[in-house]
């Protein structure tokens, strides 16, 4: 919304700058986007008179002028044919910048005479799109005169207006509030009723559907419809309007002006004597006056004749019914459409009218008669003719709710100090009115702040007018601090997750909650019930099942630029279905190693890298690692089925997920393998037992040696070697400290399809040192073990 | 007396002629072993008489001494040098790259959550949490913005096609749900152990998290992180809001000089709502907060509407409070001078190498929030 100040001037009177009054709009809650001043934009031009023109004496086109000018007489040369001795014009001096060419004058010779500035278009100045020569001002203009003085442009305010303040879609609005906060003085808003010189000719009717609750009009005849004048037009340029028609902008005007917006129709294209708004048929069309035929349909309010819809209420006219030229006897509607409806309509059918703007947002109701009466004044003053009596169809919907209200709740919300009389003497300068003088009082809010609804309401209204830089700075009362820190295991847990991960070296990415669901069927998901229904992108129509696939894409975008080596993670939410339990926290991880050769012939990262950066964040985040299962091959598709395991307390209760990536996965996701990546589910972990007290139990060291043992197993190729470590360590517990492989292999000396798995044995002795005998034994038990287990034999 | 200076005389050119140890073992064995030419002369002195042992005991003792202690230094002087040739042998050339260590780091909209987190955790603020996925009562209605309002349209949602029930699930458009969880005293237990149940006022909480809207540019991205906070108490007013946002901002820009500018706003879940400027200069090209005459746009808040706490079952005349929201990414680019919005949430690893925070940056009050 954009107006200019003399416009504002029409209702208020002040002396307040641009400046001052974009301050307190600021400070009212109004946003002001931009102030364009043309006077800032034009200070280098100034009015000038051409004292004498001679034709060029090296180009038939040129003249050369001797100008009156601010900056004294100055002889310019000037291709445009309008330049003529005595011609009152505007004159850019050197080192101006023209706006409309885009360049700064130089001096430098035309043709071989020097030009000492220029004299400007319309065009040149951005006032006009178009002009033909040089400007052509009145004699009477002073020479030096501003140019924007000259040209009658002033400051243009562009502001934005919250969706609670229809009233302020008219500058009569604004003007009331800026009042309010003290800018000036409101000037009489009251409007003269116009009395009608015969019955209205035209019938209204309604459907008494909610659609259109009242409808007022009435015919003025014998109209003369051409161009409004300069004043009418002016002011509609000033805010980017285009003047069309005396009838036609006297509507734009009040709904600028007012927030009122009317329709003006040529009586004479209406037909069977009635006019009438109700609910749309199915089939029926309007030929909008934006050129456009739009179908209509039972949700939308058309406003029809006998013939059928002539336009969409509240939204835009018809192009068959309009007021044109030869317009002599208009019929003006100003009705009240309800907003939701047309808002609707307007965003089904993918309108947004001036009308529709304010409709949607809702008009005031009290306004539509005098919306009408002041219409009608005008058409009179402008186009003639005589109006008839007004027709009034329907019922103005209700005025809102009188609020009981204690002034002294005004400090309580907002800690402002504003005194009893300050509270009324706001409410009253807002136009609201206040009965009682008890302890409450009654507050009627006047019929065009229908947002107004409750006490808290009204204290807003207060505390913006009275100054919210007034509000006191007033420290929350202390709290007991919560023993051990705010944050739940959870989040806890997610915070050393990333400050682990990122130690780990990898960098942490954020990436989207969506995917396309092609790739959510990759990884599991892609549900029907996690595809969004208007997504911003195609690839991004899916809630994502895994974080995984974020991260090979991003590891592979990284790649196509020439950034192979990619360790990355994420922490955030994945989805399995729409119920907010069904939301996870996920911790994921990928490591694409393309790292820098290496001259010791050190081996890259591999599986194992990510096996051990995984159990190291499983330790970090208090998982019991020493019993998870490793259960190799159980994890999900998108796993290389021989290179991924789950690591799980019970198949219930899986803590993660790692290993290679599955190569058609990477494929499809136009990504280089090998990748590897791992996925911690972190509501899975245990939560720590709460214990009394944060003792950590006591420390029994041996003062035994432990001693190692080395075993060399046989076992088949297909035997998991954790399985046969956990069978020896489980073999005695009380005396094995751990059991680890320190070599694998195959090959000559070892039967086909078998593997010899050597085992590092630690013992440690409780209560003596170990006899050989005894070690003897322990040995007989763990070979036993591990027959038992997985058909192990002593390699020979 | 000649024989045995002969002797002294040959073996010490034999020790110092020893190029190895296992030479001067040969000379100690052939002089001091069981057999050697001098073991064999201190055998003599049994069968001497006393004078003649007298006179010849100390010579030959002598030689022996002066013979062992000979070995003893030429054999130190071996070691050294073979020590010395070892170390010449395994000279490195340390100019040659260790192996490469990844560098990791943490998101800058992560590092600055994190800061958020400690700065209101030391006011006394908990965290709750709720889901991205929310229904239209959560996101809209229990927040008062009425069916088919207006206001809606600005929140340019993402919506799931409708359920079984002709429910039309969708993404949060801001964390505010969380709010009416927290608040809403039926919610107990709620549909998840993280997700944030009712709980009785007084209430002092933030809710970080994911938020959504259907919009992108410069900066708008379909997807974006939101702090909300919420307090709920008997006698909580503005003038709270202002202090608590006021220490917030002075605490999270590390700056003692910050000037805050509170604006009348509108939104349908707060009354009054404000939005709150940041005093800040722009001149240079760089953003300084907390000194200059520039205004920045920072958050919005307001006083919980009693629509919003009569939808969640808490009486507005009793209890009242305060609601923010701010984004926190944005924060984190006026913070730390991103200047891309979208750049945040694409994976380039250069920007996030650069743009990253250590591991070890964990913010807290000892080493500083920021």
């Known amino acids: ?796 | 007396m000649t024989d045995l200076s002969q002797l002294e005389a040959d073996l010490s050119a034999q020790i110092a002629a020893a190029g190895d140890l296992s030479a001067l073992e040969a000379v100690r064995v052939a002089a001091l072993g069981k057999t050697g030419s001098v073991s064999a002369l201190l055998k003599t002195l049994g069968a001497m008489s006393p004078d003649e042992r007298k006179e010849r005991g100390p010579q030959i003792n002598g030689l022996r001494d002066r013979a062992t202690a000979l070995i003893a230094e030429r054999k130190a002087a071996l070691e050294a040098a073979a020590l010395d040739a070892q170390l010449a042998a395994e000279r490195l050339d340390l100019t040659l790259p260790a192996p490469p260590r990844r560098k990791g780091g943490v998101h800058p909209t992560m590092q600055v959550m994190d800061e958020m987190v400690a700065i209101f955790a030391e006011m006394g603020f908990s965290v709750a949490e709720g889901p991205d996925i929310e229904d239209d009562f959560h996101n809209f209605t229990a927040l008062n913005f009425p069916p088919k309002h207006p206001a809606r349209e600005m929140h340019d949602t993402f919506f799931f096609h409708p359920g079984e029930d002709g429910e039309r699930k969708l993404l949060r458009t801001h964390t505010s749900p969380v709010q009416v969880r927290t608040m809403q005293r039926t919610n107990t237990p709620p549909p998840a152990p993280w997700i944030a149940g009712g709980q009785e006022p007084p209430i002092r909480v933030i809710v970080p998290g994911r938020t959504y809207r259907k919009d992108s540019d410069q900066t708008h991205t379909p997807m974006f992180h939101q702090v909300e906070g919420l307090v709920i108490d008997k006698g909580v007013h503005m003038g709270h809001l202002k202090w608590t946002l006021e220490t917030f901002i002075a605490r999270f820009f590390e700056t003692d000089s910050v000037v805050t500018r509170f604006r009348p706003h509108h939104f349908p879940f707060t009354e009054p709502s404000a939005e709150m400027d940041v005093g800040c200069d722009r001149s240079g090209g760089e953003l300084r907060i907390g000194q200059g005459s520039d205004w920045l746009e920072i958050l919005g808040c307001g006083m919980v509407h009693p629509n919003v706490l009569r939808a969640c079952g808490v009486d507005p005349d009793v209890y009242q409070g305060f609601a923010f929201g701010m984004g926190v990414d944005r924060l984190a680019m006026l913070k730390y001078g991103m200047p891309d919005l979208r750049d945040l949430f694409a994976g380039d690893g250069r920007w996030l190498s650069h743009y990253g925070f250590s591991a070890f940056a964990d913010p807290n009050p000892a080493s500083g929030l920021s």
């Open chain 1, 1 to 796: 919304m954009k107006f200019t100040l003399s416009w504002l001037k029409d209702h208020l009177e002040t002396t307040a700058s641009v400046d001052r009054i974009v301050e307190a709009m600021t400070m009212a809650g109004l946003e002001v986007e931009d102030v364009e001043d043309p006077a800032t934009k034009l200070a280098a031009f100034s009015v000038a008179k051409i004292v004498e023109a001679v034709q060029h004496p090296n180009a038939d086109r040129l003249r050369v002028c001797q100008v009156e000018t601010r900056d004294g007489r100055k002889e310019i040369v000037c291709g445009a044919p309008n330049a003529r001795a005595g011609l009152t014009t505007i004159y850019a001096p050197i080192g101006a910048y023209v706006p409309g060419l885009g360049v700064t004058l130089v001096e430098k010779p035309v043709r071989g005479v020097v030009s000492n500035g220029m004299m400007c278009s319309a065009s040149e100045l951005e006032v006009a799109e178009e002009s033909d020569g040089i400007l052509e001002l009145p004699d009477s203009l002073a020479v030096g005169t501003s140019a924007a003085e000259a040209l009658g442009l002033e400051a243009v305010i562009d502001f934005e207006v919250t969706p609670n303040r229809p009233d302020w879609l008219g500058v009569a609005g604004i003007a009331r509030d800026l009042a309010a906060a003290g800018v000036g003085r409101l000037k009489d808003l009251s409007v003269q009723a116009v009395a009608g010189k015969f019955p209205c000719p035209v019938e209204i009717r309604l459907d008494g559907s909610d659609a259109c609750p009242v409808f007022a009009g009435r015919l003025v005849r014998g109209v003369r419809n051409g161009p409004s004048p300069e004043w009418l037009q002016a002011r509609l340029k000033a805010i980017g309007l285009r003047p069309i028609s005396a009838l036609v902008d006297i509507t734009n005007l009040l709904s600028y002006d007012r927030a009122r917006p009317l329709h003006v129709y040529d009586a004479a294209k209406l037909t069977g004597g009635f006019i009438e708004a109700r609910l749309g048929r199915e089939g029926e069309e309007v030929h909008a006056l934006d050129g456009k035929t739009y179908a209509v349909t039972p949700d939308m309010c058309v406003i029809a004749d006998a013939k059928g819809p002539l336009g969409l209420g509240g939204v835009m006219g018809g192009e068959d019914s309009g007021c044109s030229e030869t317009t002599t006897d208009v019929f003006i509607e100003s009705a009240w459409f309800d907003p939701l409806r047309t808002a609707q309509t307007g965003r089904v059918l993918g309108i947004t009218s001036d009308a529709q703007y304010r409709f949607a947002r809702g008009v005031d109701p009290g306004f539509v008669v005098p919306g009408l009466e002041l219409a009608t004044k005008l058409v009179l003053e402008l186009c003639g003719g005589e109006a008839s009596e007004v027709l009034v169809a329907g019922q103005i919907p209700a005025a809102p709710v009188p609020i009981e209200f204690d002034p002294n709740y005004v400090h309580r919300l907002s800690g402002l100090s504003v005194a009893r009389e300050g509270v009324l003497e706001i409410l009253h300068k807002l136009g609201f009115e206040t009965k009682g003088d008890g302890a409450s009082v009654v507050v009627t809010p006047p019929t065009w702040r229908r947002d107004v609804e409750g006490k808290a309401d009204l204290v807003e209204e207060v505390a913006r007018i009275a100054g919210y830089g007034a509000l006191p700075s007033t420290p929350l009362p202390e709290v007991a601090r919560a023993v051990g820190g705010v944050l739940t295991v959870r989040q806890a847990r997610a915070r050393v997750a990333r400050r682990a991960l990122a130690a780990a070296g990898y960098s942490e990415a954020v990436t989207w909650s969506f995917t396309a669901r092609k790739t959510a069927e990759l990884f599991g998901g892609g549900q029907d019930a996690l595809v969004l229904a208007n997504p911003i992108a195609a690839e991004l129509d899916c809630m994502r099942p895994s974080i995984l696939p974020n991260l090979i894409e991003a590891a592979g975008r990284n790649a196509k630029r020439g950034f192979a080596d990619a360790a990355l993670f994420e922490i955030g939410p994945v989805f399995g279905g729409d119920q907010p339990q069904d939301q996870r926290l996920a911790i994921s991880a990928i490591l694409a190693p393309h790292g820098p050769r290496r001259w010791d012939g050190a081996q890259a990262e591999d599986v194992f890298t990510i096996k051990a950066d995984l159990i190291a964040l499983l330790d970090e985040l208090g998982a019991p690692t020493a019993n998870l299962q490793v259960a190799q091959g159980a994890a999900a598709p998108w796993w290389h089925p021989g290179r991924s395991a789950r690591l799980q307390l019970g198949p219930k209760a899986v803590i993660a997920e790692f290993g290679a990536l599955h190569p058609a996965v990477l494929k499809a996701l136009d990504v280089d393998g090998p990748v590897y990546g791992f996925e911690v589910f972190v509501e899975t972990i245990p939560e720590p037992k709460r214990k009394p007290t944060k003792t950590k139990p006591a420390l029994a060291l041996s003062p035994l040696m432990p001693l190692s043992r080395d075993f060399a197993f046989v076992v088949a190729k297909d035997k998991a070697a954790g399985d046969l470590t956990k069978a020896v360590a489980g073999a005695d517990k009380a005396l094995i400290a751990a059991a680890r492989v320190f070599d694998v292999y195959e090959g000559k000396g070892v039967e086909d399809g078998f593997k010899s798995l050597a085992v590092e044995v630690t013992i440690q002795p409780r209560e003596a040192t170990l006899t050989e005998a005894e070690i003897e034994a322990l040995s007989a038990k763990i070979v036993a073990a591990a027959e038992k287990a997985t058909g192990a034999k002593l390699r020979g």
